[in-house]
């Protein structure tokens, strides 16, 4: 079994995210363009992780399960992930340097979700963990 990587995330907001939330953040459509991994080929490849396998993403601040989805162009060590409540559950909520959340880069740490075939972390779940005082 592969372990795991630490890499390099970086979250933004997609033109496809945009319009699936429109409809609703509890719909597949939403969770199918929010909960997603772009990471590069040859990570993939290391990690020993496909296109639509779910992976597990964990910082000191929390963990989720999302898709991973391969990327053609090369990035290696850098994860590109939509903004979104998956990406959120990854952040501290700390101000970094310059009086600004670290929203837009931080480092995790991604392996092959467990049990193989681990389902993408709910909404649900997920809106149970901010509910949880």
Not at 92 to 121: D, I, M, N, Q, Y
Request: charged letters at 25%.
């Amino acid at each position: 079994m592969a372990g795991a990587k630490e890499v390099a995330m970086v979250t933004y907001r997609g033109i496809f995210q945009e319009v699936e939330g429109a409809l609703g953040m509890y719909s597949d459509g939403y969770r199918d363009q929010s909960a997603l991994l772009d990471l590069d080929g040859s990570d993939a490849k290391a990690l020993g992780v496909e296109a639509g396998q779910p992976v597990l993403l964990e910082t000191d601040s929390g963990k989720v399960v999302v898709a991973a989805k391969i990327s053609e162009e090369p990035h290696p060590g850098i994860a590109f992930m939509p903004s979104s409540p998956w990406s959120a559950q990854l952040l501290s909520g700390e101000v970094g340097e310059g009086g600004l959340l670290e929203l837009k880069s931080f480092r995790a740490k991604v392996s092959p979700a467990s049990p193989a075939g681990a389902a993408v972390t709910s909404i649900e779940e997920i809106a149970e963990r901010i509910r949880a005082p």
